[in-house]
């Protein structure tokens, strides 16, 4: 679903916010959209025709549910439905996202956000790059990009994942490694460019299987793009390393100042008076896009030993190191099956809860409410200790050069099926932990 076909669904739902007087990139529209809680907000200066702002695309699930057809509910069994049948994208005749070119692109021109006053620079932060390695083909990923001069970037490249993979073969060869930055890219996009699927499943083929993305060829560079972008940005990755940030990271904390190599701009491709994506570093886009891509692997790994019904990998965690896991118990230790596969599907997840079918997993009161009356810490707690873990943790272990490590903890909220004794309990003595509701009254 394009950003076009978004904002119109958002205007007819009511929940487009629009402001059009003139708001400067720099520090102010970044306050402005927290301030918004991140509601679906288009910036359009009619002083400054040509490039237009929006933010909150991303910032709930309904937003993707209606991007991608499916329900709230659905939208995990659609995502599992792509990873499971990847379509390579067709060739498009039109290229809307080539209407304009311009081959000596200034990037002072765009309306790149500086979020906080202790950044290390204006930052774009809702991009998808993509690349082609060598052995593995395709990559399409997110990565934070620091502006550093009117044609040049610096990126963030988390060490192993396929673009540094990728840029690392190309430097040992003496080559820069070509890269196409996509800006305001389609929503089912930026979910395929958010997962990370085995080593040579191209991205954009989930992307298609998801919703239609034909895509076009750069024009100075031998890589495809999403024809719907609003902007491209055609480079190279250069060997040059230079350092990127201070920034905000998931955590809402200031991630480390890294040298990071620099990327040069050669080109910029759009459409005619381009949309251009802000999205928060640590706020509910960023946290969104990272934990939902999750939830299908998350899910099939807790189906191989589970009924599972629906996962959710919640806010709280930063949608990132938390899950609620629900289930429908068939025997006694599906609850303790579940957190051990719950770990093996989302490698970076710290704590799960296990909850019964009976169990709004979207309500973080009722996960509590589970947890009150069916848990017993010395029956149901499940410690891991000194686990591979995610480096986004701050209280977790760190050595150089080493993967970060922590403990991880599991809660099996689901009825125990046996009672402290040890004894089976009855189906009717199950039936108890249920909670009583009140018949609907006749009026209400
Ligand atoms: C909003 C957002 C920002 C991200 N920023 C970065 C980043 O700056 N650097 C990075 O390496 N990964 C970043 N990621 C994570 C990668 O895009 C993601 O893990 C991707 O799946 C990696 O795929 P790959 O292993 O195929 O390269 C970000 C993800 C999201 C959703």
Known sequence: MNLRRFLAWAAAEGCLGRIEQPVDPHLEMARLIHAKQEQPVLFTDPQRP????????????????????????????????????????????????????????????????KHLPGDGGPYITAAVAIIRDPDFGRNASFHRLMQIGPHSFTARLVEGRGTDTAWRKAAAAGRDLDIAICLGVPIHVLLAAAMSPAKGVDELAIANALAATPVVRCLTLDLEVPAECEAVLEGRITAQLVNEGPFIDLTETWDIVRPQPVILVGCLTHRREPIYHALLPGGLEHKLLMGLPREPTLFRAVAEVADCRTVNITPGGMNWLHAVVQIVKHEPEDGRRAIEAAFRGHGSLKHVVVVDDDVDLFDPAAVEWAVATRFQADQDLMVLPDQPSSSLDPSAKVVPGQKTRSAKMGLDATIPWTDPTGRLRTEAERHGFHKVSYEAAPDA
Do not use: K, T, Y
């Open 50 to 113: 040509g490039w237009q702002v929006v933010a909150g695309v991303c910032s709930r699930r309904e937003h993707f549910a209606w991007a991608l057809g499916a329900s709230v509910a659905g939208i995990v069994p659609s995502l599992i439905e792509a990873m499971r049948q990847p379509s390579p994208p067709a060739h498009s005749a039109e290229a809307p996202c080539q209407e304009v070119v311009d081959r000596a692109p200034n990037l002072d021109r765009l309306p790149i956000l």
